[in-house]
Protein backbone atom coordinates (compact mmCIF):
# COMPACT_ATOMS: atom_id res chain seq x y z
CA UNK A 1 0.00 0.00 0.00
CA UNK A 2 1.74 3.40 -1.50
CA UNK A 3 2.19 6.50 1.65
CA UNK A 4 -0.60 7.84 -0.65
CA UNK A 5 -3.46 5.68 -0.03
CA UNK A 6 -2.29 5.41 4.07
CA UNK A 7 -2.76 8.58 4.13
CA UNK A 8 -6.26 8.62 3.10
CA UNK A 9 -7.09 5.58 4.72
CA UNK A 10 -6.19 7.75 8.05
CA UNK A 11 -7.67 11.11 6.77
CA UNK A 12 -10.86 9.02 5.84
CA UNK A 13 -10.79 7.64 9.86
CA UNK A 14 -10.30 11.35 11.42
CA UNK A 15 -12.61 13.02 9.05
CA UNK A 16 -15.53 10.40 9.85
CA UNK A 17 -14.78 9.85 13.44
CA UNK A 18 -15.13 13.59 14.12
CA UNK A 19 -18.28 13.68 12.61
CA UNK A 20 -19.29 10.28 14.11
CA UNK A 21 -18.48 12.13 18.02
CA UNK A 22 -20.53 14.96 17.07
CA UNK A 23 -23.24 12.95 15.52
CA UNK A 24 -23.39 10.53 18.76
CA UNK A 25 -23.01 14.00 20.94
CA UNK A 26 -26.24 14.97 19.62
CA UNK A 27 -27.84 11.20 20.43
CA UNK A 28 -26.83 11.97 23.53
CA UNK A 29 -23.55 10.88 25.23
CA UNK A 30 -24.09 7.15 25.36
CA UNK A 31 -23.95 7.22 21.65
CA UNK A 32 -20.31 8.36 21.15
CA UNK A 33 -18.12 5.21 20.94
CA UNK A 34 -20.73 3.37 18.50
CA UNK A 35 -20.95 6.85 16.36
CA UNK A 36 -17.10 7.29 16.67
CA UNK A 37 -16.99 3.35 15.27
CA UNK A 38 -18.68 3.43 13.14
CA UNK A 39 -17.64 6.69 11.50
CA UNK A 40 -14.49 5.57 11.65
CA UNK A 41 -15.04 2.38 10.12
CA UNK A 42 -16.94 4.51 6.48
CA UNK A 43 -13.88 6.77 6.66
CA UNK A 44 -11.12 4.24 6.21
CA UNK A 45 -13.40 2.91 4.10
CA UNK A 46 -13.91 5.86 1.58
CA UNK A 47 -10.09 6.67 2.04
CA UNK A 48 -9.57 3.31 0.83
CA UNK A 49 -11.00 4.48 -2.14
CA UNK A 50 -9.26 7.53 -2.78
CA UNK A 51 -12.20 9.82 -1.56
CA UNK A 52 -10.14 13.42 -0.70
CA UNK A 53 -12.85 15.75 -2.51
CA UNK A 54 -15.34 14.11 -0.50
CA UNK A 55 -13.16 14.83 3.07
CA UNK A 56 -12.50 18.31 2.16
CA UNK A 57 -16.35 18.59 1.41
CA UNK A 58 -17.61 17.17 4.74
CA UNK A 59 -14.70 19.12 6.40
CA UNK A 60 -15.89 22.16 4.95
CA UNK A 61 -19.04 21.86 6.10
CA UNK A 62 -18.15 21.12 9.63
CA UNK A 63 -16.73 24.37 10.12
CA UNK A 64 -19.61 26.46 8.20
CA UNK A 65 -21.89 24.55 10.05
CA UNK A 66 -20.75 24.92 13.27
CA UNK A 67 -20.39 28.69 12.77
CA UNK A 68 -23.74 28.92 11.39
CA UNK A 69 -25.27 27.14 14.63
CA UNK A 70 -23.20 29.09 17.07
CA UNK A 71 -24.23 32.51 15.12
CA UNK A 72 -27.97 31.52 15.67
CA UNK A 73 -28.20 29.58 18.67
CA UNK A 74 -24.88 29.93 21.02
CA UNK A 75 -22.78 27.59 22.41
CA UNK A 76 -24.62 24.98 22.58
CA UNK A 77 -25.95 24.90 19.05
CA UNK A 78 -22.61 24.03 18.01
CA UNK A 79 -22.53 20.49 17.75
CA UNK A 80 -25.91 20.17 16.42
CA UNK A 81 -24.78 22.04 13.21
CA UNK A 82 -21.76 20.96 12.64
CA UNK A 83 -23.08 17.49 12.37
CA UNK A 84 -25.76 18.66 9.97
CA UNK A 85 -23.41 20.87 8.34
CA UNK A 86 -21.11 17.70 7.75
CA UNK A 87 -23.72 15.61 6.51
CA UNK A 88 -24.82 18.56 4.14
CA UNK A 89 -21.18 19.36 3.02
CA UNK A 90 -20.82 15.08 2.19
CA UNK A 91 -24.57 15.39 -0.13
CA UNK A 92 -23.27 18.34 -1.62
CA UNK A 93 -19.39 17.12 -2.17
CA UNK A 94 -20.93 13.80 -3.79
CA UNK A 95 -23.49 15.95 -6.11
CA UNK A 96 -20.57 18.45 -7.05
CA UNK A 97 -18.06 15.19 -7.85
CA UNK A 98 -20.47 13.65 -9.97
CA UNK A 99 -20.86 16.85 -12.16
CA UNK A 100 -17.37 17.33 -12.10
CA UNK A 101 -17.08 13.94 -13.81
CA UNK A 102 -19.80 14.43 -16.16
CA UNK A 103 -18.39 17.30 -17.20
CA UNK A 104 -15.31 15.43 -17.68
CA UNK A 105 -16.55 12.41 -19.47
CA UNK A 106 -18.47 15.12 -22.11
CA UNK A 107 -14.94 16.90 -22.45
CA UNK A 108 -12.93 13.46 -23.34
CA UNK A 109 -16.31 12.23 -25.81
CA UNK A 110 -15.76 15.55 -27.87
CA UNK A 111 -13.84 15.43 -30.83
CA UNK A 112 -10.42 16.80 -30.77
CA UNK A 113 -10.06 17.95 -34.26
CA UNK A 114 -11.93 20.29 -36.19
CA UNK A 115 -14.34 19.20 -38.41
CA UNK A 116 -13.33 20.27 -42.29
CA UNK A 117 -16.44 21.77 -44.03
CA UNK A 118 -16.79 19.83 -47.45
CA UNK A 119 -17.54 22.03 -50.33
CA UNK A 120 -19.51 20.98 -53.13
CA UNK A 121 -18.58 22.30 -56.65
CA UNK A 122 -22.04 22.34 -58.94
Do not use: H, Y
Not at 29 to 48: D, E, Q, S
Not at 99 to 119: A, G, H, N, W
Request: without cysteine; glycine residues 18%.
Amino acid sequence: MSASKIFDVILGAVVLGTVGVLTGLSMGGGFIPAALLIGMILGAGVGFFGGRRFFLSIFVGTILGGLLAWNLGGVDAVSVGASSGAAMGGFLGIWISMLLDLLQQRKESLPTTPVESSTNPQ
